[in-house]
Structure formats: structure tokens, C-alpha cells
């Protein structure tokens, strides 16, 4: 059985930390990236296919991974965007009969390295406990001085632009040419359901590459801007920045999910920060301040807004925050067709307890 012929391999954090496992599949070697946890139950094949996880080392507390195979229609963009995979429980056979494919071959035709048999509670307790840091996964454990040396040049995520690796490198379209409304999208790291839940909606979107300038966008005359989801520190992205800043100018409508939100709020001037560990599961609660309801929502970030001066904003209001920690989970320009939410309403995966704000978006363009 495969599991009999499976070599040793290792998780080395950059402060030291080694964890134990073993290889998963034929794919051996290193690599290096931001370890990070992702708390769903089921959504694997989606939240390895997310570009926000561009350069990230998963690590999935479920126990369980590959049990229900993979899907071809289950991706959010083209192959897979994690650096690694940690689990604990690695399922080579899957049971669901829809599938595919498994999840094995699945990670062998992207040519990704993961581990499985590793104690990932405790991993997963020592990131809560001393924060996100970079890590390298590896079999070749007789090196590990020389991949400590490695991974000590290995950039932080904090700086770190990484919109123009998962960026589309041309403009496409998406959805019915005579449709009700177009929208403008720009791409810094765009998912495949945010495009579905538009054009379900009767949008025909073209999607921008992540420096796309304004004058360029409207030429397509669009009804509404978007900015999309996606990974590393939003503070790098200045053409965004001012591509957004010139939107809201013109008091066009413009909507932001995550990476998105937190261009549209240093378009207005608000910093952003690197967070101690982020937010990622597809079970965070937030409050819409607006309504009172509570949501349960997707999430997927390592940055947030500073909340302490989008208080003080005399232009911006807090339309939701975060209940586990009250962070800043979306905002909205006043007296203009603006707003954005940090975590991500179209799912996939996760409840869809926020898709209402696709529908907000439609009427502030009607």
C-alpha cells in the first residue's frame, strides 16, 4: 500500500520549529512560502485553485483531505495557486461519484508538494500562538541547514506585491454582450464565482489586468467598476490605488471584495496592516451594522483596514465588522456608489448568507 512506501519529510518554520510527515504522491522536493490555516470542512480543491493564496503554504486543520476526489467545475482559476499542502489524514481513495479525478493526481499534475501525517493542531496552535511566518515543506530532510539558510532569504508577505503573478496578462470578457449592465473588473487576483454571481445578475464583465488605468476601463463603458479578491499587501498596488481613487472621483459605482477592499479604502486614504494570523474558513461571523443580521461568512485574508481611522473618516462609514475580533469587515464611501466587504460573498466555499451584496452592486448601478 502507498502509504508503506511514503518518504519522511518535514514542515520548518523560520523560527525553528520542525514538524514531522510524510510525502504525499511522487512529488518530492522543497517549498518555501507563508504557512498559513484554512478552517473549512469541506472546499479543499476551491481554496487550493484561490489566487489569494498565491504563495502561501496551506495548512487544513479538517482532518481529512482528498475524501470526496475533485471536480473539474469545482476551480476558482487556472490550476492550482497555494505554494503547499500540510494535512494530517491524506485520502487516496475518495468515495463521492461525481468526482472526477482524485486529489492525488489532482496535486501530481500541478507538480505540488504536500505532506500529510503532520500533528496539525499543534501546528495550527503554534501559528494562533506566534503568528503567520514563512516555512518551508520538504523530503529532503538531510538538507535542512542548507533550506534554513533558504528560507531565511525568503521576502515577508508584509511588502509583498503579488497581484501581477495571478493577474489575467490580457482583457476577456465573461457572460452576454447584450446584457442589462457591463462591468469593468480589475484582476489582482480575480475567483471564478465572483464572475458567475455577476453574470447570473445579468452583467457582461471584462476583466482588466491588475494595473489596467482608468481611461482604459471606460472605454469599455461600464455601468460599474469592480475590484477583485487576491493575495500579498495591498500597500504595493499604486496604479489600483489610483485607478480607484479616479472612480470614486467621478462617484461611479465601484464595489470591492478583500484585496479589493483594501484598495478602495487606501484610495481613501486608510491604512492597512498585516494581521497576526488572518482569517480563513468559510464559518467567520459578521455583523452588518446596517441591518443588525448576522452572517456567516467565507474569509481569506492576512491583511485588514485600520479601524481607528476609519472611524475618524469624516467620508467613510463601518458597515460591518468581524465579531470574533471587530475588525473592519466592510465599509462604504458616504454620498457615493461605494462600498466593499473584506471576506468573500460569492463563497465557493462557504454559506451564502452575503450574496445579497452582488444585488446591492446591480441597483447602485440601475
Do not use: W
Amino acid at each position: 500500500m502507498k502509504y508503506q512506501l511514503r518518504k519522511p519529510a518535514v514542515v520548518l518554520l523560520a523560527d525553528g520549529t520542525v514538524f514531522q510527515g510524510k510525502a504525499v504522491g511522487e512529488i518530492t522536493g522543497s517549498a518555501f512560502g507563508e504557512v498559513c490555516f484554512n478552517t473549512g470542512m469541506t472546499g479543499y480543491q476551491e481554496i487550493f485553485t484561490d489566487p489569494s493564496y498565491y504563495g502561501q503554504l496551506m495548512v487544513t486543520t479538517n482532518a481529512h483531505i482528498g475524501n470526496y476526489g475533485t471536480h473539474n467545475d469545482e476551480v476558482e482559476s487556472e490550476g492550482i495557486k497555494i505554494a503547499g499542502l500540510i494535512c494530517r489524514n491524506f485520502s487516496y481513495n475518495y468515495s463521492r461519484p461525481a468526482a472526477d479525478d482524485s486529489l492525488e493526481n489532482f496535486l501530481a499534475k500541478n507538480n505540488l508538494i504536500a505532506i500529510s501525517d503532520v500533528d496539525t493542531r499543534a501546528l495550527v496552535s503554534h501559528i494562533r500562538d506566534n503568528g503567520a511566518q514563512n516555512a518551508v515543506i520538504t523530503t529532503e530532510v538531510d538538507r535542512l541547514d542548507e533550506l534554513r539558510k533558504q528560507l531565511s532569504e525568503v521576502p515577508d508577505m508584509d511588502g509583498l506585491e503579488l497581484a501581477s503573478k495571478v493577474s489575467t496578462k490580457e482583457p476577456y470578457t465573461v457572460g452576454n454582450p447584450d446584457a442589462k449592465y457591463r462591468v469593468a473588473a480589475v484582476d489582482i487576483g480575480i475567483k471564478k464565482n465572483i464572475l458567475r454571481n455577476m453574470v447570473q445578475r445579468d452583467c457582461y464583465v471584462k476583466v482588466f489586468p491588475y494595473n489596467t488605468s482608468f481611461e482604459t476601463l471606460a472605454e469599455f463603458k461600464p455601468h460599474g467598476y469592480f475590484f477583485s479578491n487576491g493575495p500579498g499587501d495591498p500597500e504595493p498596488l499604486k496604479d489600483a490605488i489610483s485607478t480607484a481613487k479616479e472612480i470614486l472621483d467621478r462617484d461611479l459605482p465601484l464595489f470591492g471584495i478583500c484585496l479589493g477592499h483594501q484598495v478602495i479604502a487606501l484610495a481613501n486614504g486608510i491604512s492597512t496592516y498585516k494581521m497576526h494570523h488572518g482569517h480563513r474558513g468559510i464559518n467567520h461571523p459578521i455583523k452588518n451594522l446596517i441591518t443588525g443580521k448576522g452572517e456567516i461568512t467565507s474569509q481569506n485574508h492576512g491583511f485588514a483596514i485600520n479601524r481607528e481611522e476609519t472611524e475618524a473618516h469624516p467620508e467613510v462609514e463601518i458597515t460591518h465588522v468581524h465579531l470574533n475580533d471587530h475588525t473592519v469587515a466592510g465599509i462604504r464611501v458616504k454620498d457615493k456608489k461605494c462600498f466593499s466587504v473584506q471576506y468573500h460573498p460569492e463563497a465557493s466555499p462557504g454559506p451564502h448568507d452575503a450574496s445579497y451584496l452582488f444585488d446591492q452592486f446591480v441597483e447602485s448601478m440601475a
